[in-house]
C-alpha cells in the first residue's frame, strides 16, 4: 500500500514538477506537529509547500479508503485577504483533488459568493473553506457556530504580511483564538511573500500563547530572477516637478505594450489609472478591446472579467492599481510597468513578481518616473532588491473598536462568559496587555453604551441573562450587527450606472456632490456625463471630448516607508561621492550639478535646509528625506515652534524629500535653531499644539466608530447619505469628549493620529536623527532643484492644470538663465 508521500510524489513526476527543498522541508514539519510561517518569492510554488501536507496526511490516516470517503467535514481552513484570490486557490486546490481522486470538495465564503452556496454551506461544510477574516468572523456570528468546526485540523493564513500591521490582521488574531479554544491541537501556518520582521510575523501569528518549540519559519531560499530596468527620458528637465514627466515618456511605453503578450501597468491611485488608460487609447486607438482598466472602485463583474482574460492571454495591456498586487495568477503576463514611486520595496517586489509567476521563470519590471528625482528612487530600489532590503510590518496593539466588534459577534451567536473569553483574548498578540480597566469599558460599553449613551436603548445592544452569559436578543441590532462586520471603512460610496442600464462600479459619494448636473468625468476608462442623482446612485451617460474631471479618492496618498527613506539617503550619499556607474544617478547629474553649485548636495551626515526669498516672500526648505506623512507633522511642529518666537503665520507645502515653509516675513531660523527648533523634547505636546488634533482624531472616529458598531451605513438599498453619518459621528465625538473623556474609542482616535497618521515614532527618530547631523543653512538666491518641486506642489493646490503648466514654465525659464 502506497503512503502518502508516494502517491503525491507520483503525481508531481506526472506533472513534470520538482519538489523543491523548501516544499518538502515544509511537508515534513506540518506532518511533524509544528505551526509556522513559509516565507518564499511570489510565484516560487507556496500554495503547494502548504497544500499538499494535508493531502498527505489524509492518505496517510486512511490508506485504504481515501478515496470513497466523502462529507468529512471542514478539515482545513484557508484565509486570504482577498476574494479574487480565494476563487484562484480554489481551483488549483480543487483540480488537484480531482486528480488525486479524493473526493474532498473545496468551497469558498466570501462577499461575492451566493446565499444559496452559503446556505449549502451551513448544511454541509466542505472539507476545505478558503474564505476571508471578515467570512470567519460572519461564521462565528452564527447560532451554532461550532458545530462547522468540529472536525477542523489546520488554518493556513495566506499573505500573512498584507495582514499584518492591519485591523484585518487583528480579525485573524480574535479568530484564531477562539478555534484555538475549540480545537486545541490546531495547526497554524501563515504564507508570507515579502515581509522583513519573519520573527515578529510569527509570533504574532501564532499567539502569546504559543508554544516557541513547536514553530518554525522555513524560507524558500529561491533567488527569483528579477530584471529591473529605468525607462530614461530623452532629455533631463534641470528643474523637475511631480506628475510632469510621466505622461511624456508615453511614447517609451508603448512599443514595451507592443513587444510583450501581455503587460501589467501599475499606478499608485485609481485617478492615475483613469488618466494612463485613457491617454494610451488616445495615442494609440487599435489597442481598444485588447487593454482595460482595474481597481477597486470598478464592478465586480468588471474586474472578473479583466481577470479572467488576463488569465487567458485576451488581454495586451491592464493598467491597474493595488488591486492587482497579490495573488490571482496571471501566467501570461510577460512584463510589468511601475509608473511613479512604489515608495517601498516589498511593494515593489510585489508588482514585479505578477510576471513571470512560476517557479523558475523570471520576473520583469520597467520603472516609469513621474519626475526626474524619482530616479533616485529607481537607483534604491535596485540596491534594495539585490540585497533583500524589506519592510518590517509592525503589529497593532489593543484596538478597542476591533475588539468591540468581536464582541458583539459572540454576543449575537451562541454568547460568552467574560472570564472564559478574557483568557482566549490574553491568548493573542493584540490584547496581550489588554488591562483589566479596559476590560470592564467593553463589557460596559455593549451592554449600557458607556455613561454618555446610557439613556438611548439602541446603545444597550447586549444582555447578561440569568446564567452569567453576555447575548444580543433584539433580532434587528443582530441584523445590523452582521451586515456591519468588518474593519475596512470607507466613505460612503454611491453606484455610478448607465441610464440605460448597467453597472460600472462604485465612486465616493464627496466626488460626485461636487459635480453639477452635465459635469463630465472619466471613470472605468470613459468619458462620462453626470445626468441624474437618484438615492444612492449617479446615472451617466456617454460623453465625448476631453475636457473632464478625474475621480480624487480617499486614501490615495503614499508615503516612503522607513525603510525605503533610508535607502534613498544611501543612495544619495553614492550620487554626492560620484562616479557611481548607475545609469539612474548618470541620467540626473546635470540636476545634481546644479543643486551642488546652487547649494549642496546633502550626505548622510548633513541636514539642509534652504532659505530663499521671492514676490511671495519668505522661504524655508527642509530637506529630511523621510516621506511625506513624517514631513506633514514635522512641518506642522517646526511652524508652531516657530510661530511661538513671533506673531507669524506659514503657507506649508511638502513631497517625499522635504518641506516648505513661506511666509510674508522673514523667518528668524536662524535663531530658532539656536533654540532648539528641532529638538525631539515635548514632540507630543508640540504635536497636538500644532495641528488641530481635534478635527484630525474626529476623522479618525468616523472609522472607529463604523467598526465599534458606532455609525451604522443602513441596510441595502437603504443607505443613509455620508454628510448625515458624518454629522452623527461628529456628534458622538463631542458628546464623549465634554462628557467622557476617559471614553476609550475617542483616547484610540487621537491614538491613531499620532501614532499612526502622524507616525510620531518615525517623526521622533528623525529628529534624533538631525540632532548627530550637520545642520547646513543656506542662504539661496533663488530655488534649487531639491527645492522647485515642493514649491511646485504648493501651486498646485492654487492654480488649475492649464495655469499650473504656464506658471511652471516662466519660473523655469527664469531659473534657467542662471545655470552655467
Known amino acids: 500500500m502506497k503512503d502518502g508521500y508516494t502517491i503525491v510524489d507520483e503525481w508531481f513526476s506526472s506533472k513534470e514538477w520538482d519538489v523543491f527543498p523548501f516544499q518538502s522541508e515544509t511537508w515534513k514539519a506540518y506532518l511533524d506537529g509544528k505551526n509556522g510561517l513559509l516565507n518564499a518569492p511570489t510565484g516560487s510554488g507556496k500554495t503547494l509547500a502548504l497544500w499538499v501536507p494535508h493531502v498527505i496526511q489524509w492518505i496517510n490516516k486512511h490508506p485504504h479508503d481515501y478515496k470513497e470517503l466523502e462529507d468529512n467535514g471542514l478539515q482545513l481552513i484557508w484565509i486570504t485577504p482577498l476574494r479574487a484570490l480565494a476563487k484562484d486557490i480554489q481551483e488549483a486546490l480543487q483540480s488537484s483533488l480531482d486528480e488525486l481522486e479524493i473526493p474532498w470538495k473545496v468551497g469558498r465564503r466570501t462577499g461575492d459568493v451566493s446565499q444559496s452556496e452559503k446556505q449549502k454551506q451551513n448544511r454541509r461544510m466542505p472539507e476545505v473553506l478558503i474564505t476571508t477574516p471578515e467570512s470567519i468572523h460572519i461564521l462565528l456570528a452564527q447560532k451554532n457556530y461550532k458545530r462547522h468546526f468540529i472536525n477542523l485540523q489546520s488554518v493556513v493564513v495566506d499573505e500573512w504580511h498584507e495582514l499584518l500591521g492591519s485591523k484585518r490582521g487583528i480579525q485573524v488574531e480574535l479568530g484564531l483564538s477562539r478555534l484555538k479554544s475549540m480545537q486545541p491541537n490546531l495547526s497554524v501556518w501563515g504564507i508570507s511573500a515579502t515581509i522583513g520582521n519573519l520573527e515578529q510575523a510569527l509570533e504574532v501569528l501564532l499567539g502569546a500563547d504559543s508554544e516557541t518549540s513547536s514553530a518554525t ?217 489588554l488591562s483589566d480597566r479596559d476590560w470592564d469599558w467593553c463589557l460596559t460599553f455593549i451592554t449600557t453604551g458607556g455613561k454618555s449613551l446610557g439613556n438611548y436603548p439602541e446603545y444597550s445592544k447586549v444582555i447578561v441573562d440569568e446564567d452569567g452569559v453576555f447575548r444580543v436578543l433584539d433580532r ?61 446612485s449617479a446615472y451617466v451617460r456617454r460623453a465625448k471630448g476631453s475636457k473632464s474631471k478625474v475621480p480624487s479618492y480617499m486614501g490615495g496618498r503614499m508615503s516612503l516607508s522607513s525603510n525605503m527613506s533610508r535607502i534613498l539617503r544611501r543612495t544619495m550619499q553614492e550620487a554626492v561621492e560620484g562616479d557611481t556607474g548607475v545609469i539612474e544617478l548618470e541620467t540626473i547629474a546635470p540636476i545634481l550639478d546644479i543643486q551642488k553649485d546652487w547649494s549642496i548636495l546633502p550626505n548622510e551626515q548633513q541636514f539642509l535646509i534652504e532659505k530663499s526669498f521671492s514676490r511671495e516672500g519668505c522661504h ?184 499650473l503648466i504656464d506658471r511652471v514654465r516662466k519660473i523655469q525659464q527664469q531659473l534657467e538663465k542662471h545655470v552655467k
Open 217 to 433: 519559519i522555513i524560507k524558500a531560499n529561491i533567488q527569483k530572477k528579477l530584471v529591473i530596468k529605468s525607462i530614461l527620458p530623452d532629455e533631463i528637465e534641470n528643474f523637475p516637478w511631480y506628475g510632469h514627466l510621466g505622461l511624456n515618456l508615453l511614447h517609451k511605453l508603448l512599443p514595451i505594450i507592443d513587444e510583450n503578450k501581455s503587460t501589467l501597468i501599475f499606478t499608485n491611485t485609481r485617478g492615475q489609472a483613469e488618466v494612463w488608460f485613457q491617454r494610451i487609447l488616445d495615442a494609440r486607438p487599435d489597442l481598444a478591446g485588447t487593454i482595460a482598466i482595474h481597481h477597486g472602485s470598478l464592478d465586480r463583474g468588471v474586474r472578473n472579467w479583466v481577470e479572467t482574460s488576463l488569465h487567458e492571454g485576451i488581454l495586451k495591456a491592464v493598467v491597474c492599481t493595488s488591486s492587482l498586487d497579490l495573488g490571482v495568477d496571471f501566467s501570461p503576463v510577460e512584463m510589468v510597468v511601475q509608473i511613479g514611486s512604489p515608495k517601498g520595496v516589498a511593494r515593489f517586489m510585489q508588482r514585479a513578481g505578477r510576471s513571470g509567476h512560476k517557479p523558475g521563470a523570471t520576473s520583469r519590471i520597467y520603472f516609469l518616473p513621474t519626475h526626474s528625482l524619482e530616479l533616485i528612487e529607481a537607483a534604491a530600489l535596485k540596491n534594495a532588491v539585490s540585497n533583500l532590503e524589506l519592510e518590517n510590518r509592525e503589529p497593532i496593539l489593543n484596538p478597542i473598536d476591533v475588539l468591540v466588534q468581536y464582541l458583539i459577534t459572540l454576543a449575537v451567536s451562541d454568547g460568552f462568559k467574560p472570564d472564559d473569553i478574557l483568557v482566549e483574548i490574553r491568548n493573542t498578540f493584540a490584547y496581550q496587555a
Open 476 to 536: 434587528k441590532i443582530a441584523r445590523r450587527h452582521r451586515m456591519s462586520i468588518g474593519t475596512i471603512s470607507s466613505d460612503s460610496m454611491m453606484r455610478v450606472k448607465y441610464l440605460t442600464g448597467g453597472n460600472l462600479g462604485s465612486i465616493e459619494e464627496y466626488f460626485i456632490a461636487s459635480m453639477n448636473i452635465g459635469d463630465k468625468f472619466w471613470f472605468a476608462g470613459r468619458n462620462l456625463e453626470l445626468v441624474q442623482i437618484k438615492e444612492n
Open 620 to 803: 524655508v526648505f527642509f530637506f529630511t528625506f523621510e516621506g511625506r506623512y513624517v514631513h506633514e507633522g514635522l512641518s506642522a511642529v517646526i511652524a508652531y515652534r516657530l510661530s511661538r518666537e513671533m506673531p507669524i503665520t506659514f503657507s506649508i507645502a511638502m513631497n517625499e524629500y522635504g518641506f516648505e515653509l513661506l511666509s510674508d516675513q522673514d523667518i528668524p531660523i536662524e535663531e530658532a535653531l539656536k533654540n532648539g527648533l528641532l529638538s525631539p523634547e515635548n514632540l507630543i505636546e508640540d504635536i497636538k499644539a500644532s495641528l488641530n488634533d481635534s478635527e484630525l482624531a474626529k476623522r479618525r472616529f468616523w472609522e472607529i466608530g463604523q467598526v465599534a458598531g458606532l455609525i451604522f451605513q443602513g441596510f441595502p438599498g437603504e443607505e443613509r447619505k455620508s454628510r448625515h453619518l458624518r454629522m452623527s459621528s461628529g456628534l458622538l465625538f463631542d458628546v464623549f469628549r465634554e462628557y467622557e473623556p476617559d471614553h476609550l474609542l475617542v483616547q484610540q482616535a487621537y491614538d491613531e493620529v499620532i501614532f499612526f497618521q502622524l507616525d510620531e515614532i518615525r517623526l521622533r527618530k528623525a529628529l534624533i536623527k538631525i540632532q548627530t547631523q550637520e545642520i547646513v543653512l543656506n542662504s539661496t538666491e533663488r530655488f534649487t532643484p531639491y527645492a522647485f518641486p515642493i514649491m511646485v506642489d504648493r501651486l498646485r493646490g492654487k492654480l488649475s492644470s492649464e495655469k
